[in-house]
């Protein structure tokens, strides 16, 4: 049988310890099944833990390891695995000390990890060895459904197959919803179906999905549409961790790090991009007035991120990118080079693998796309509401990083109609014209009007125009012609004299999507 996991076995060690603090003060009671040890045989007593009937078929195929603790307030824990007999999990334990109010646990877990029967009682135990049976209790957990879906689409059934029990479940699909289903067995890699169906009961949207069902964390999975195509969002438990996002380091800032200014968030606090300090407006060729995020300096090289792809082509269903690098790290970027992964196994289930070095190790076909992709790692709950392509996703992402989730925001991607241009391994740079607040280098970052909202910087193209890149290549006025400055023609002519530049000693790269154009 399969190691007990580090999260089960500290699972069964605390709910052991609980039932043991708590048996310190029960009341005396009378227990026929009370076992004894000694007597003839000195061989401890005999434990028998009987599972639910509705439940037998589930036995031999998905369990992975039953476990006993026996404990109280007075002796140290005995613990050790049973084995599995039949339909019945057998363990005897020797060298018991007798004693009143001794609190007894049986864990189940499956193949996976997942605990999925229990039991826990206490025990008055004498000298004389007798049998004891326990019945197991089916552990239940929940599910939670988030889905977004057309009008054609007017009803959601949610399939779940947990081994003996197959649940189905109907909610009238309204655009975005949120539904909550308890009662399921719990268990590892349950098949979950989600079908969308129209007011003809015919399926217009089916995805299979498998997820993780614990007793005490929710599992969330997603279903979206975007552009008329399914994407699944993710589907992971709940419990898995979220990696650390710092973007105000000074490792990782240049117009915003947090050692000039301690107001800027935490490390890992959620950041609001749609905050003026983030959000702020500037002219575009024609002096039309337009919206950015400033993302803060990046450099011009991509990082890689590994996209799965199936034998057909087709992105795997449920897969979660995978990154290989995280803000502070020295070549982070907030632009990713899309790598195409190719799976040739008919049975791989998505997410399988969760980091580079499982992708790199197991010998599969990666080709280089063409394509680039804005992918701004953040905290979880952050927040940047505008996007200059509606149909651009505005919630954060979940994508993988050596197995732990990282979040991210999406800006220009390959689905965008502000694709971002890649060539000769770098991202397309266009040149904005700009001012900085003191004059002199980025540390205090970009000149605002008196009103404190718009820059006079400009920028030489517009999302959707070719050469469009929301990296920008800065040149930078002196403060002295801020107010001269307002379309491309102006600031060219204002370039003509060196008087009005300055020469920041390098080339500075800006990561400013630009998310409006007009009022």
């Known amino acids: 049988m399969p190691h007990l996991s580090a999260f089960t076995h500290n699972l069964l060690l605390v709910f052991c310890l609980a039932l043991s603090l708590a048996a310190c003060g029960l009341p005396e ?172 009961q015919q399926v217009l949207v089916l995805n299979d999905l498998r997820a993780d069902i614990r007793e005490d964390l929710i599992a969330r999975i997603s279903m979206e549409i975007f552009g008329g195509s399914v994407q699944v969002i993710a589907y992971f438990p709940s419990y898995l961790p979220i990696v650390e996002v710092d973007r105000f380091s000074d490792s990782m800032g240049t117009f915003f790090r947090r050692s000039d200014n301690p107001d800027l968030p935490a490390p890992n606090e959620p950041i609001e991009f749609d905050d003026p300090r983030f959000l702020t407006r500037g002219y575009g060729p024609n002096g039309e007035e337009m919206s950015f995020y400033n993302l803060d300096v990046r450099p011009k090289s991509p990082g890689v991120v590994y996209e799965l792809i199936d034998r057909r082509g087709n992105p795997i269903l449920g897969q979660l990118p995978i990154y290989d690098r995280l803000p502070g790290d020295a070549d982070y970027s907030d632009f990713w080079h899309i790598h195409n992964v190719y799976i040739q196994d008919r049975e791989y289930r998505a997410n399988s693998y969760d980091s580079a070095e499982d992708v790199l190790g197991a010998g599969l076909e990666i080709e280089p796309s063409e394509t680039v992709a804005n992918h701004v790692m953040v905290p979880l709950g952050s927040s940047a509401n505008l996007r200059y392509d509606s149909n651009t996703p505005r919630r954060v992402q979940d994508g993988w990083y050596r197995g732990q989730i990282v979040k991210y925001l999406v800006f220009e991607n390959p689905q965008s109609v502000a694709i971002v241009d890649f060539g000769s391994g770098q991202v397309n740079t266009p040149q904005m014209y700009a001012f900085l607040d003191n004059n002199r280098d980025e540390r205090d970052g970009f000149a605002l009007d008196l009103e404190g909202v718009t820059t006079h910087n400009v920028v030489t193209r517009l999302p ?46 800006v990561n400013a999507p630009i998310v409006k154009v007009g009022q």
């Open 29 to 200: 009671r009378a227990n026929p099944a009370d076992p004894r040890i000694g007597g003839d045989e000195g061989d401890g007593l005999v434990l028998l833990a009987e599972f639910p009937e509705a439940f037998l078929s589930e036995v031999v195929d998905q369990i992975g390891e039953v476990r006993y603790v026996l404990s109280a307030s007075d002796i140290e824990p005995v613990e050790g695995t049973m084995d599995i007999i039949g339909v019945t999990a057998r363990a005897r334990i020797r060298k018991l000390t007798p004693g009143e109010q001794r609190a007894l646990s049986v864990l189940v877990v499956d193949r996976g990890g997942v605990p999925t029967f229990a039991f826990s009682d206490t025990l008055d135990i004498g000298e004389k060895a007798e049998d004891v049976t326990v019945e197991l209790e089916r552990l239940l957990g929940g599910l939670e459904v988030i889905s977004n879906l057309p009008r054609e689409v007017t009803e959601l059934q949610v399939h779940i197959d947990a081994g003996a029990d197959t649940l189905l479940r109907t909610f009238p699909s309204d655009g975005t919803m949120t539904q909550r289903i308890e009662g399921i067995p719990t268990g590892a890699d349950v098949s979950i179906s989600l079908l969308g169906l129209d007011k003809d």
């Open 464 to 509: 959707g125009e070719e050469g469009y890149s929301p990296l920008w290549v800065l040149q930078t006025f002196r403060i002295d012609v801020f107010e001269r400055v307002f379309d491309l023609a102006s600031a060219l002519d204002m370039a003509k004299n060196e008087d009005n530049l300055i020469d920041l000693g390098r080339l500075v790269y």
